[in-house]
């Protein structure tokens, strides 16, 4: 790990030498690349610097030790030793954390898919109370929400509805809520008064550029139509809604929002793009072993990752066996202490891996 840490190090200082060079933005791309690449090694050699700080220092003090000094100099010696041997195993384990590979999505936007599941009516709510609450959070972290397309039922409800979250380190703290969540309560459309349980699909896709993904013009098939919902007599005379047919899969996406039949179409191919780049990521897990399987994610689509249940006031995570008796707190976008869990499971799952492999 030592030699892997002095390597990282020779790296930050040589982006560090170029990026004082009077050429180095000649090339704004590039020099923007560099800049990133600094950034992110900058907290690994921040830690592995601190931890050779505290090495030596243990090293200094027991060689004090060794010699005679008075008394008050060898407690201060003492409590200094003592200081930089507790220090060093913490770091190790910040220093392992901060070399484990990183997700190349994590700082990317995020295409947000929210869809009424079993339960009707009170289904098509909770994707309302679903999309409400990730608004709320994006909202705390400074992040910008676009809505593409938006399918409503009669009761406020929703059935569909695709976003786009633009915002530093969006999928980073997102990736973890695809899958099924479940609510369990009273429906408003209940007279009995008796629990309900419904589902919403949630899934999160990196937004990915154009290199990402492969893909011909001709394979695409663009339909225009007549925006429907909210939007005075624009939507009935205009048809700018855009709706795009990746013919060889058959991947479908719509977007109304925009009244610009161009703007409709520009945000559409972002979000087909990260479809294709998704169902590719899908089929190459699909090709691995269960094993495999089962490292490419926390959350598949198809799988019931957590339970609202209104009537406790409780929210369980079912991945990591998590529950929190604050869901009116959660609801309302604070989000921060499950997100932080599984981000937390997330890395120790890693880094025991890492541990094994490197047994191996």
């Not at 339909?223 to 047919?245: D, M, P």
């Not at 294709?276 to 959350?299: D, N, P, T």
């Amino acid at each position: 790990m030592l030699e892997k840490l002095r390597l990282v190090e020779n790296r930050y200082l040589e982006l560090e030498d170029m990026s004082g060079r009077p050429d180095f933005y000649n090339d704004p791309k590039q020099a923007a690349s560099l800049l990133r690449e600094q950034r992110s090694l900058e907290p690994i050699v921040s830690a592995y610097r601190r931890y050779l700080a505290a090495k030596q220092t243990a090293a200094e003090m027991l060689e004090m030790l060794s010699g005679p000094l008075e008394p008050d100099m060898k407690a201060l010696c003492q409590e200094e030793l003592d200081e930089a041997k507790a220090q060093m195993p913490v770091l190790e384990q910040e220093l392992k954390l901060l070399l484990l590979p990183k997700d190349p999505n994590d700082e990317k936007n995020v295409i947000l898919e929210i869809r009424a599941g079993v339960g009707g009516e009170e289904s098509a709510l909770f994707a309302h109370s679903l999309f409400r609450m990730y608004s709320m959070y994006a909202e705390k972290q400074g992040w910008n929400i676009e809505v593409t397309t938006l399918n409503e039922t009669e009761l406020g409800g929703i059935k569909e509805i695709v976003c786009l979250v633009t915002g530093q380190g969006a999928y980073s703290r997102l990736k973890f809520e695809t899958g099924v969540h479940r609510v369990q309560r009273v429906p408003e459309t209940e007279s009995g008064g008796r629990v309900h349980t419904s589902t919403a699909t949630v899934a999160m896709l990196p937004e990915v550029d154009e290199v990402s993904v492969e893909l011909n013009p001709a394979d695409i098939k663009m339909e225009v139509f007549r925006s429907s919902g909210a939007g005075g007599q624009h939507v009935n005379k205009t048809s700018s809604a855009v709706r795009l047919i990746h013919i060889p899969t058959g991947t479908v996406v719509e977007c109304q929002q925009e009244r610009s039949q161009v703007q409709n179409r520009e945000k559409a191919m972002r979000i087909l793009y990260s479809r294709l780049y998704q169902a590719q990521q899908e089929a190459q897990a699909a090709s691995l072993s269960a094993e495999k399987r089962a490292q490419v994610g926390m959350g598949m689509r198809n799988e019931k990752i957590r339970t609202y249940n209104f009537p406790q006031s409780r929210v369980t995570d079912h991945r990591i066996g998590l529950t929190l008796y604050k869901i009116g707190e959660i609801m309302d976008g604070n989000l921060d202490e499950i997100i932080d869990a599984l981000v937390t499971a997330d890395q120790a799952e890693k880094l025991q891996r890492s541990q094994e492999s490197d047994d191996l």
